[in-house]
């Protein structure tokens, strides 16, 4: 799917899904103007090609993660090599490759403070090419969205 495929009628469905992602087919084919059968195919082929996801996005906190942290890493190498390394730790779930004081920036949700200690330690760290880091221990999320729209 190119661009030119992400048309205004695609452009709406994400906006909407954006906002309320567990929207029937059915209203969302009322909102739009289409037939029920034209939405979830449109829908399926922005899916399939990766354009969008629809995913259940919890509170860590009620699920036992006490401890969240942004980690800014320094890295000596082939940075796409350990940022594969760390995506692929479990309790990771953010990682970018940046530019400025690090290299990159990961996300991280731990148990407790022994459970950071472990990811920061033997994992992140004994990661060949990991020079440095520095942990940023969250205290409160103030805000998360994943509504931004298209353009």
Known sequence: MTDQALDSINKQIIEHLQRDG??????????IGLSEAAVRQRVQRLLDHGLM?????????????????????????DMRRVADEIAAI????????????????????????????????????????VSATETFMYLKLAKQTYAWGTR
């Open 22 to 31: 567990r929207m029937s087919y059915a209203t969302l084919a009322k909102t």
């Open 53 to 77: 996801q629809i995913v259940a996005v919890t509170d860590p906190l009620t699920l036992g993660f006490a401890r969240q942290a942004m980690v800014g890493i320094k890295v000596i190498g």
């Open 90 to 129: 479990p309790e990771v779930d953010y990682v970018v490759i940046c530019a400025g004081g690090y290299d990159m920036l990961a996300e991280l949700v731990c148990t407790d403070d022994e459970h950071l200690l472990e990811l920061l330690n033997d994992k992140i760290r004994a990661i060949e090419g």
